[in-house]
């Protein structure tokens, strides 16, 4: 006698994926119309880092501009980890069930990641330096998720399993961030070295442990 195995197709198909990259595409399109002059400011390349200069308050990081772009981000993001994870063979790039799990650990390591970020700069009274590296962040961290979105949906739609495809992106992506740290070094330097020791607790503390546990996890799970 024959066996019948029951598997859930809605699991596996496309259409949660298609949505959400519609969904990306109606938020930057309502930014892009609310918010015309510093979007056209924001998509500019960050090579003069223009818009921190112009929109460098902190309450910009609470502003429905950056919460809507974080959305792109933490959507964008999460389909590049889950099409590496895919391409290293830990999942299948199409299992939403996988997905929701990356974007929910995604989204709550950053948010907690920013409340101790808080909780940190109160403590030792350092709000100035962590305020301005975090809207430093915050700006090139969603900007990098705009630049992730079509790489993510070439890379989603299309068939492939190569590795050396997917190590270059992986490559390009910590070139970015490192270029980003640097760029962040170098224009923040007189209030970094003016307040050096606190400078230090805060790469230690707040940059370099939630990214060691992280792994730690990770690799140990």
């Known amino acids: ?43 500019k390349p960050p090579i003069n880092n223009k818009y921190l ?3 460098k308050e902190p309450e910009n990081v609470r502003s429905w501009f950056t919460v809507s772009l974080y959305v792109v981000q933490i959507i964008s993001f999460s389909f590049i980890i ?5 391409s290293f063979g830990y999942t299948s790039k199409n299992n939403f069930v ?32 962590e305020e301005q590296l975090n809207l430093y962040k915050v700006y090139h961290r969603s900007y990098l998720g705009l630049i992730s979105l079509p790489i993510g949906a070439i890379l989603f739609y299309n068939d ?13 992506f910590l070139l970015i961030n490192l270029i980003s740290y640097l760029n962040g ?3 923040y330097k007189k209030i970094i ?29």
């Not at 930014?31 to 015309?36: E, L, M, P, S, T």
């Not at 390591?109 to 109160?122: A, D, G, P």
Request: glycine residues 0%.
């Open 160 to 172: 492939y399993n190569n590795l050396t495809i997917m190590k270059i992106i992986i490559l390009f």
């Open 82 to 86: 889950q099409i590496a994870l895919a």
């Open 98 to 129: 996988s997905y929701v799990r990356i974007i929910t650990v995604l989204n709550f390591f950053i948010l907690s990641k920013f409340l101790f970020e808080k909780i940190v700069s109160e403590t030792f009274e350092i709000q100035e330096i």
């Open 1 to 43: 006698m024959d066996e019948i195995f029951l598997v859930d197709k809605a699991l596996y198909n496309t259409d949660w994926a298609t949505l959400l990259f519609i969904i990306c595409g109606i938020v930057l399109a309502i930014n892009r119309h609310v918010f015309y002059v510093q979007f056209n400011e924001y998509i």
């Open 185 to 187: 070094l170098r224009i």
């Open 193 to 221: 070295f003016s307040n050096f020791f606190y400078f230090i607790l805060y790469l230690c503390a707040l940059e370099i442990a939630p990214y060691f546990f992280m792994y730690y996890f990770f690799t140990k799970s």
């Open 53 to 55: 200069k112009i929109y």
